[in-house]
């Protein structure tokens, strides 16, 4: 499995920015697709975006054009750059990976998660 360690978030204004980054460590991080979820209290961890071995992204409609994934294999690193957020989007973040055989994005196929920052929009 690979090790996972979120940072970057913390407690914004509607309409700010804020980078979330996400560090790998223990395997090739080449090797994998990467995903960020949220999840807010009493609801189900939702996808918010995902990047494949190949760079192909996905994204969630709710953050479709405000967010931004991406990687850096050479820092082992995935980001998720939020733009125009909205105080919906306040939650918990959590960076995951899966290794890249062609299985969904459904989470039940991550096995490796980070441990969650939280992002708090006020409006």
């Known amino acids: 499995q690979v090790q996972l360690v979120e940072s970057g978030g913390g407690l914004v204004q509607a309409g700010d920015s804020l980078r979330l980054s996400c560090a790998a460590s223990g395997r090739t991080f080449s090797w994998y697709d990467m995903g960020w979820f949220r999840q807010a209290p009493g609801k189900e961890r939702e996808l918010v975006a995902a990047?494949?071995?190949?760079?192909?992204?996905y994204y969630a409609d709710s953050v479709k054009g405000r967010f931004t994934i991406s990687r850096d294999n050479a820092k082992n690193t995935v980001y998720l750059q939020m733009s125009s957020l909205k105080p919906e989007d306040t939650s918990t973040y959590f960076c995951a990976a899966k290794i890249s055989t062609g299985t969904n994005y459904d989470p039940r196929n991550f096995g490796s998660w980070g441990q969650g920052t939280q992002v708090t929009v006020s409006s």
């Open positions: 990047i494949g071995r190949s760079g192909s992204t």
